[in-house]
Structure formats: C-alpha cells, structure tokens
C-alpha cells in the first residue's frame, strides 16, 4: 500500500482566499486541517484545524484565558467574525514548521512518521511534479491500516 492508494480527494485553498471562507470549507466538510497550494496547485502549508481555530480567536483570548470565561454566551458564539476580510495569507505564522507532504509512492508507516513528526492530523499527496493529488487523514490511515 502506498501514499497513492491512501490518498483521498481533499479541498484546497490559496494563500489569497478568505480566513473565514476557510473556516466555514472547514467545519462544513469536517476536515482535519487545510492544505494551502499555490497559483501551481502545489502545497504551500498545511493549516491543522486546531491551527486554523488559533487564526479565528483574537490573540487576547491566548494570552489570557481568564478572559475567555468572561465573555457572553452571544459574543462567543461569533468569535469568527473577527477574521473579517482578511486572507489565509494574512494570518499564516512567519515561520512554517516542517511541510507534510510525500510523494506518492511513501509506504503508510513514512505517512505516520511525518504525521507524528510535524503533528499534523492530514499529509498532502504530491506527484513527481510536486502538484497536489489528494491527502491521507490521519482517521483515513489508521482505517486503511487497522482493517482486517
């Protein structure tokens, strides 16, 4: 089995699209993370969902969770709103931690590696060309390995 037989269709998005509209891709989808690509559809970065939530809490919220649990049930529950009109490009962090992409021919324990390595819960699929072909989940590797 390899990274080619693994990998599943998986959504992109562009350093240039919308912070919220990615939220929104998602929690509608129910993806583990995002896979940004470049104008050549290759990956950029990859957003881990909980990496994406960072991007939608104002930073006062990290710093200091005491204010968190001061804030109304109304105002929690449209946190989001904060990203605005900004971009992913614009909320992406000044350093990128190590890419997790593999070429289509990695085994499933290479895929586990780097999913424990960069802990990120979703791997992008690239062909000899480096453009995008799909992403193993980590729920879609622990399945594909865990099956009778």
């Known amino acids: 089995m390899r990274a080619r037989d693994l ?4 959504p992109a998005v562009r350093p240039d699209d919308s912070a ?23 990956p950029f970065t990859i957003l ?11 930073g ?25 009109d900004k971009s992913i490009a614009q909320l992406l962090p000044d350093v990128l931690r190590e890419l997790p992409v593999v070429d289509d021919d990695a085994n499933p324990v290479e895929i586990a590696a780097l999913m424990a390595r960069s802990r990120s819960p979703l791997v992008a699929v690239v062909n000899d060309d480096h453009v995008l072909i799909g992403a193993v989940t980590l729920n879609g590797l622990l399945e594909r390995v865990l099956a009778p």
């Open 7 to 10: 990998a599943r269709d998986y």
């Open 60 to 84: 006062y919220f990290l710093s200091d969770p005491a204010l968190a649990r001061v804030i109304d049930e109304a105002a929690s529950d449209v946190f989001v709103d904060q990203l605005g």
């Open 20 to 42: 919220l509209a990615a939220v929104r891709l998602l929690a509608k989808e129910r993806l583990p993370g995002l896979i940004v690509v470049d104008a050549d559809h290759r």
């Open 48 to 58: 881990p969902g909980t990496y994406v939530l960072k991007m939608a809490l104002p």
